[in-house]
């Protein structure tokens, strides 16, 4: 599986026995090799945020501040550049690192070390003259060993950020050797089932996840400048309403009832709004019986807002701020990247989460083998003009719209006409919308949770917002009339599957509605496929940690 060729104890046949006879080593050495405390370590990237402190010290006592290496060039001669300022030495702060071997070169006496923790990576020169007993400790160490360093920041000879060691300290040996080094964890499944060795390993997992956390808590800190209370909600439903979805089910012992993983967030927030906190939200995962596609994981992690007092365009305006923040604290999941190391046995680095941003931090991201402009307002339109548009029908010859829809393949006899637009809508237009758009103005009759327009019953003031195709953002002005949300929970609209439906009567629900729920708007956003895009990432299994995957067989 491993290619350690750099390290020339374990060309054996057995690369794990050869780990086994180097932890035995280790113990012998009288050192625990699963470690222990190791306190005031620095990151990487803290560390080489000292890089302006190193300095080249002549013998006779001129301090010469280092060359801006990025501005010199690759053929960039740091060597000669010393001997021009003539015979002294570099002089860094004292510096203390943690972090895993992702490359090692034996140069006999001095050996070279890539050190990775999640900030970064950076080289270790460690001279068997300069940690002194400590060699024993390095002649042991192998690719993936997580180990400490006191040492020195300086520059290596062909101008790589370094530390100059002169302590080791071994905390932990890996008993597994890494995948090979030339063809990596390549296999899809294989990488998601062992995302630890993928977080490792792959160029760029790790940046994907932490942009998420970035991304996750930037819209946390837009709710909140905003006054929004978030809240937990429960995740065992008794009835599974808010959503039209199939639902995973499960039984309560001890109370001997059936229950169900929660499809939605909505219906319990609404009952919050309704108990008197007027912004509310929940980030929590929900959870679907459904396919898995690029688009599709049967746990996912939902946004839900609700906001008293709103409507659905106040959502299109906050769910243009939570992207919009989320993209600038995407930018900044990096901050300080370490440079192309230029080094002894150096690896390529991994482009940061939000290259391609551009100077002046516009929004332009890179997806696919485009580009998606985030640049606010967002385009806004019509589900019936985009129908028009798509299709070169009239939305409302209710006839036309079923011959096309024959014409595609979908059955139309004793289907409801707007049950049979939406087959057409979703087969002819939401492939074809780039975005990001907002979709608005939905037929009502599919959208029984939400408030009709004024002039207009037979058209909901709801928004879905799309991007490349994909639904990210959901939202409406919110229904709060309790006889006509009882009404719509009964109806189940002809030719339309039950899973498919959210006829589903919340007797509960209803009576909160009674009790008075504020008009509001409401919004949900998919988090995984917002960072899918914001990432470019082309899996929403690539941006879930541990997706749902089928049982290893033995």
Not at 79 to 107: C, F, S, Y
Not at 308 to 324: R, S
Not at 342 to 350: L, R
Request: with cysteine.
């Amino acid at each position: 599986m491993a290619d350690e060729s750099d390290n020339n104890d374990e060309n054996l046949t057995d690369p794990r026995a050869a780990r086994r006879k180097k932890l035995q080593a280790i113990r012998s050495l009288g050192l625990d090799p699963w470690g222990g405390r190791f306190e005031g370590h620095q990151s990487v990237v803290a560390i080489r945020e000292q890089l302006d402190q190193v300095v080249y010290r002549t013998e006779d006592g001129k301090t010469v501040p280092l060359p801006d290496f990025d501005a010199q060039g690759e053929d960039f001669n740091f060597r000669q550049w010393k001997a021009d300022q003539g015979k002294g030495e570099l002089v860094g702060p004292k510096v203390r690192a943690a972090g895993r071997i992702v490359l090692h070169r034996n140069k006999g006496k001095l050996h070279f070390i890539d050190l990775k923790d999640m900030t970064g990576k950076i080289q270790l020169m460690v001279g068997q003259k300069q940690v002194g007993d400590d060699w024993k400790v390095v002649e042991q160490v192998d690719l993936g060993d997580i180990i400490g360093v006191d040492g020195t920041l300086t520059v290596s000879n062909t101008g790589e950020v370094s530390i100059s060691a002169e302590r080791v300290h071994f905390l932990t040996k890996t008993l597994d050797p890494p995948p090979e080094k030339h063809h990596g964890l390549n296999d899809p499944e294989l990488r998601q089932r062992m995302r630890y060795v993928d977080l490792i390993h792959t160029d760029g997992v790790m940046d994907t996840f932490l942009a998420r956390t970035r991304i996750v808590r930037s819209i946390r800190d837009t709710l909140a400048e905003r006054d929004f209370v978030e809240v937990e909600g429960p995740t065992l439903h008794s009835i599974a309403g808010g959503a039209a979805a199939r639902p995973f089910n499960t039984h309560h012992n001890a109370l001997d009832i059936p229950l169900f993983l929660r499809i939605a967030l909505e219906l319990h927030l609404k009952r919050l709004l309704v108990g008197g906190i007027e912004r509310v939200y929940e980030l929590g995962r929900v959870y679907r019986n459904e396919g898995i596609s690029p688009k599709h994981n049967p746990e996912f992690t939902m946004l839900e807002v609700y906001e008293a007092y709103g409507d659905y365009n106040t959502m299109m305006d906050l769910t243009e701020a939570c992207i919009v923040n989320g993209i600038r604290a995407m930018r900044n999941s990096h901050p300080h990247p370490s440079p192309p190391p230029k080094g002894e046995g150096a690896m390529s680095s991994p482009p940061t989460c939000g290259e391609g941003l551009g100077e002046g931090g516009n929004l332009v991201l890179p997806w696919k083998d485009t580009t998606i402009d985030f640049t606010p307002p967002f385009a806004r339109k019509t589900y019936d003009e985009l129908f028009a548009e798509h299709t070169g029908v009239d939305p409302h010859d209710a006839a036309g719209v079923a011959a096309l829809a024959e014409e595609i393949g979908f059955e139309t006899k004793g289907r409801h006409p707007d049950v049979i637009k939406s087959d057409v809508f979703e087969e002819k237009v939401e492939d074809a919308l780039a975005g990001p758009v907002f979709v608005t103005d939905y037929p009502a009759s599919i959208c029984p949770l939400t408030k009709r327009k004024r002039d207009n019953p037979e058209v909901a003031e709801r928004f879905e917002l799309f991007i490349d195709g994909m639904e990210v953002a959901n939202a409406y002005t919110e229904l709060n009339d309790p006889d006509l949300q009882e009404e719509l929970f009964k109806t189940q609209l002809d030719g339309l599957s039950e899973e498919d439906s959210m006829a589903k009567m919340d007797t509960d629900f209803i009576r909160a509605l009674r009790n008075g729920m504020p008009p509001a708007g409401g919004l949900g956003i998919g988090i995984d496929r917002l960072v899918m895009l914001l990432t470019n990432s082309q899996s929403i299994r690539d941006v879930i940690l541990f997706p749902l995957l089928r049982p290893e067989t033995s």
